[in-house]
């Protein structure tokens, strides 16, 4: 990639995959990631910024600016991922306790800072529930001035994971979701159709995690946290998914996914369709439409299919590097 870096703000709740997309951003020459902001998700929020500042120190990243974000969803209880992440996280991997400090600042008065600071518009990551976001959107409107698009990692067209419909992002705060698609920005929807799909093969893990160099070796152990076959051969259950990572391989190569510009929305109601990503990819209006009227719903680039091996080529040479 050719030019000037992107600016790149991260909204995460790290966690193993975001651990790895925050791994990939601090190491690709084309992304200047500005700041972090956490938020409770896969685990509380305060164990979000402690396992990030500790990702960020592993990967020898410069001092980036760190903020402590929401502690709950608009509406709902947190509801941890510890069952998938471990409990602290990070895949339980005893990772040392950080010896940066998170920023004076709270999460969503260093995204304005950030964003509106930025001499070129800014590309703004969430791979976390979106409460941030929506925060961030209903204070200070202004910001969309200065951001170029929103890659966000959630949602689903097809299957969901934390029901079946709802991808665990969104379903962990529907509202916060649907307050996003109201940014009046361009949107990237980079959901688990894609997500699941990106997996590095086992010889390739076991290579990290053998590293001398704490990023890469960091990278390795995540990776085979999160096997993407468990069961099988041993060669396989170390191949591990890439997740959240996929969303910011994304902004450095779009060309990677295929994406539709297409109606979505997100199911507010309660009940078994709550949290679930309605993604309208009918080729002509039906009778819902034509007797009761055409509904405005945001547009959204919707990432439908993904090129696995470039994605894997592209995040093991950005690691390693």
Not at 5 to 21: F, K, M, Q, S
Not at 82 to 90: E, F, K, N, P, S
Not at 293 to 300: A, E
């Amino acid at each position: 990639m050719t030019g000037q870096p992107i600016p790149v703000i991260i909204d995460c709740d790290t966690g193993v995959d975001d651990a790895l997309a925050l791994l990939f951003a601090v190491r690709h020459p084309a992304i200047d990631l500005r700041a972090v902001t956490c938020v409770a998700g896969n685990t509380d929020v305060d164990g979000v910024v402690r396992n990030t500042l500790t990702v960020l120190e592993q990967a020898g990243a410069p001092d980036i600016p760190v903020g402590r974000g929401a502690e709950r969803p608009l509406l709902e209880p947190a509801r941890s991922a510890r069952h998938v992440h471990g409990a602290d996280g990070m895949g339980d991997l005893g990772l040392p306790a950080p010896t940066r400090a998170p920023a004076d600042l709270d999460a969503v008065s260093l995204l304005r800072r950030e964003i509106l600071a930025s001499p070129r518009p800014v590309t703004l990551v969430p791979t976390a529930p979106l409460t941030n976001i929506a925060l961030l959107l209903r204070t200070h409107p202004e910001v969309t001035r200065n951001i170029e698009r929103i890659v966000f990692m959630g949602g689903a067209v097809a299957t969901g994971n934390a029901t079946a419909v709802a991808e665990f992002n969104v379903w962990h705060d529907p509202e916060a979701a649907a307050v996003l698609l109201t940014a009046d920005v361009p949107i990237t929807m980079y959901g688990l159709d894609v997500f699941t799909r990106v997996v590095v093969p086992g010889a390739d893990v076991h290579r990290l995690r053998a590293s001398s160099e704490p990023g890469s070796r960091l990278a390795g152990e995540l990776l085979a946290h999160r096997p993407a076959h468990p069961g099988e051969a041993p060669e396989a259950e170390e191949a591990g998914g890439l997740g959240d990572a996929g969303a910011v391989c994304t902004v450095v190569d779009p060309a990677g996914v295929t994406t539709r510009l297409l109606p979505v929305e997100v199911s507010l109601a309660p009940g078994p369709t709550r949290g679930q990503t309605v993604v309208d990819r009918r080729p002509r209006p039906g009778e819902a439409e034509i007797h009761e009227g055409v509904r405005q719903q945001p547009l959204v680039d919707v990432a439908l299919d993904v090129d696995v091996d470039r994605f894997v080529k592209l995040y093991l040479d950005t690691v390693e590097r």
